[in-house]
């Protein structure tokens, strides 16, 4: 859901447990009565309130309240208990037959098998616990962002909950200490460049956070914790570049057998890699023809590149790009309504917003929308980041080449219209809890990268070959992610062969293609950009085909309203719901 410009690799909180304790289970809704579908509810009742309970940041982020108070346990006891709870709801959930389950139920009992295979394949085999040292920084930022950015209750309820959780986060650092064997360099190198804005994030942004709170006891007390969180914070930097630094050289490639496996598990796909990559390749290929013919389109006289260099200049001044972009959701908005494209729900447009300064450095532009259970900090907005306000005038001109105004529209119908803001709107009503929970990188970024292209095709600013060109630079990036995920992890390529490869065939900067190289280290299936936008648009052409054969009419619309109701299930899931089958996927 954003678009990451420099180092970070993203929070990997990891599914391990936290301290015990009584919880409240949240409500799950009510999908049978008897037989395996009364079994199968009662089996996601009780997978869901463990969830909560060793996530309680993901709880936070779902709308789910009962554990704001806690911290992931990221102890080595924690990481073994989690594993073996994972493998007795694995057992479980074997004893339940999926014919004894309702088709919708069926989907959703597959669903939570891959999603314990994948978390089962993250602990025990890729294990970001022992190599990834951002986990614990930059997991300990998300956690509390979390807890500062919505009202989702009175500001000294919340406070007090963000104390216990920060009380706990010098354990986490130390945690790490103990836990972290011989990552790779260029991951222990991630962490230290994440550092000073983790540090500042707390000195600043969370320091301030709670302004309306007056209590002297209360705020001694968050003073206190928070800043133990910096000192701690301080002395992991210190012992990650004194200590950990210099006996990072283990590999970041996790093989061909482990992408294999995580594919099947994060995906259901388990096509050959040589397949998957030829793909990859293919699709790459072709939308480097169709920029060359763009490009043409706009200025014969130039090179494709020199075209882009010239559309970079247009673009609106820093100090308007938010009043741009609002006016641009709204346009976009229209299109989808008069164009009979998707059903959008009543609610209220995302507002725009400057991206919170400590997000500046990874983020470029990002959706941040309650949860599906939240009711009471229900307000959506949509970050675009501006340049740094101490930039000299020639630096905020480079920055702003990456807002020229095709590309505003283009990311805004990834991150809002009909991208994930639509995707958002629909949660709340998803037929399940287990696919308000869970979701499918492949079906939720497929769907939004998917809809970057569609939204084109279908006549929006199609007069205008600008917005094209912007749109198949996107398509460029995330086809060089596809491949590179593969490459490095299963073909040796290395990270300074995967930044060519974005500069060169990507048609990206040369910063950009460093941060996308580095994100590559430690999300190898990065590719489902590009893989769920491939096989959506395959199962788009098969379901006109069945629409066809059943002499029914089609109608983009029904297929796109059909398509986001059932909810991020992975792909192939979607084909069973809507065909019948799995069939091919590409």
């Given at each position: 859901m954003t678009r990451?410009?420099?180092?970070?690799?993203?929070?990997?909180?990891?599914?391990?447990?936290?301290?015990?304790?009584?919880?409240?289970?949240?409500?799950?809704?009510?999908?049978?009565?008897?037989?395996?579908?009364?079994?199968?509810?009662?089996?996601?009742?009780?997978?869901?309130?463990?969830?909560?309970?060793?996530?309680?940041?993901?709880?936070?982020?779902l709308g789910v309240h009962d554990f704001d108070d806690r911290l992931e346990d990221y102890s080595r006891v924690g990481v073994d208990d989690a594993v073996g709870a994972l493998k007795r709801f694995r057992a479980r959930l074997a004893d339940i037959a999926p014919k004894t389950l309702s088709p919708a139920n069926q989907l959703d009992r597959e669903q939570i098998r891959l999603e314990i295979d994948s978390?089962?394949?993250?602990?025990?085999?890729?294990?970001?616990?022992?190599?990834?040292?951002?986990?614990?920084?930059?997991?300990?930022?998300?956690?509390?962002?979390?807890m500062i950015k919505r009202q989702f209750a009175p500001a000294d309820v919340r406070l007090r909950k963000l104390i216990a959780r920060e009380k706990?986060?010098?354990?986490?650092?130390?945690?790490?200490?103990?836990?972290l064997q011989n990552p790779p360099r260029v991951a222990t190198d991630i962490a230290l460049q994440q550092l000073d804005?983790?540090?500042?994030?707390?000195?600043?942004?969370?320091?301030?956070?709670?302004?309306?709170?007056?209590?002297?006891?209360?705020?001694?007390?968050?003073?206190?914790?928070?800043?133990a969180v910096i000192s701690a914070l301080t002395d992991y930097g210190a012992w990650l570049q004194g200590d950990l630094l210099k006996r990072s050289n283990g590999e970041f490639a996790i093989g061909a057998e482990t992408y294999r496996r995580k594919l099947a598990a994060d995906e259901m796909i388990d096509l050959p890699l040589e397949r998957l990559l030829a793909i990859a390749e293919a699709d790459l290929r072709k939308n480097k023809a169709a920029f060359v013919v763009v490009?043409?389109?706009?200025?014969?006289?130039?090179?494709?590149?020199?075209?882009?260099?010239?559309?970079?200049?247009?673009?609106?001044?820093a100090g308007k790009l938010i009043e741009v972009t609002q006016s641009e959701l709204a346009a976009i908005a229209r299109?989808?309504?008069?164009?009979?494209?998707?059903?959008?729900?009543?609610?209220a447009s995302a507002q725009v917003q400057e991206t919170p300064p400590f997000l500046r450095a990874s983020t470029t532009a990002a959706m941040d929308t309650p949860g599906p259970y939240e009711t009471v900090a229900t307000e959506a907005y949509y970050s675009v980041t501006l340049p740094d306000p101490t930039l000299k005038p020639a630096q905020v001109e480079e920055f702003m080449a990456g807002w020229h105004y095709p590309l505003?529209?283009?990311?805004?119908?990834?991150?809002?219209?009909?991208?994930?803001?639509?995707?958002?709107?629909?949660?709340?009503?998803?037929?399940?809890?287990?696919?308000?929970?869970?979701?499918?990188?492949?079906?939720?970024?497929?769907?939004?990268?998917?809809?970057?292209?569609?939204?084109?095709?279908?006549?929006?600013?199609a007069d205008d070959p600008r917005y094209r060109l912007a749109q198949i630079q996107d398509a460029l990036l995330r086809d060089v992610r596809f491949i590179v995920g593969i490459r490095?992890?299963?073909?040796?390529?290395?990270?300074?062969?995967?930044?060519?490869?974005?500069?060169?065939?990507?048609?990206?900067?040369?910063?950009?293609?460093?941060?996308?190289?580095?994100?590559?280290?430690?999300?190898?299936?990065y590719g489902y950009y590009t893989m769920g936008k491939l096989m959506i648009q395959k199962l788009r052409e098969d379901y006109k085909a069945k629409k066809a054969r059943e002499g029914a009419p089609f109608s983009l619309q029904e297929f796109h309203d059909s398509f986001i109701k059932l909810g991020p299930l992975p792909l192939p899931l979607i084909r069973t719901a809507l065909l019948g089958e799995s069939g091919q996927p590409f």
């Open positions: 990451r410009l420099m180092s970070s690799m993203g929070v990997v909180l990891v599914a391990i447990g936290c301290g015990g304790g009584t919880e409240r289970a949240t409500p799950v809704a009510d999908l049978a009565t008897s037989g395996g579908d009364a079994a199968f509810t009662t089996f996601v009742h009780d997978f869901l309130a463990d969830t909560y309970r060793r996530q309680p940041t993901m709880a936070t982020q978390e089962l394949l993250t602990l025990e085999v890729i294990r970001p616990w022992a190599t990834q040292p951002d986990t614990y920084s930059s997991g300990l930022t998300s956690t509390a962002y979390i706990a986060m010098p354990a986490a650092l130390a945690a790490a200490r103990q836990n804005g983790n540090r500042a994030f707390f000195a600043d942004a969370v320091a301030a956070a709670f302004p309306e709170v007056k209590d002297p006891a209360l705020l001694a007390e968050f003073k206190q914790a928070n800043d490009a043409r389109q706009i200025d014969a006289t130039k090179t494709p590149l020199a075209v882009l260099a010239q559309l970079s200049r247009n673009h609106p001044p299109f989808m309504a008069d164009h009979h494209i998707v059903t959008i729900p009543r609610a505003i529209t283009n990311v805004s119908v990834h991150e809002v219209w009909p991208g994930h803001y639509l995707q958002f709107l629909y949660a709340r009503d998803f037929p399940s809890d287990v696919r308000k929970v869970f979701r499918a990188a492949s079906n939720s970024e497929g769907w939004a990268h998917y809809a970057e292209q569609m939204v084109v095709d279908e006549g929006f600013h490095m992890h299963t073909q040796a390529m290395t990270v300074a062969q995967a930044e060519d490869m974005f500069v060169n065939d990507g048609y990206q900067t040369r910063p950009v293609a460093v941060s996308e190289s580095k994100r590559a280290t430690s999300d190898p299936t």
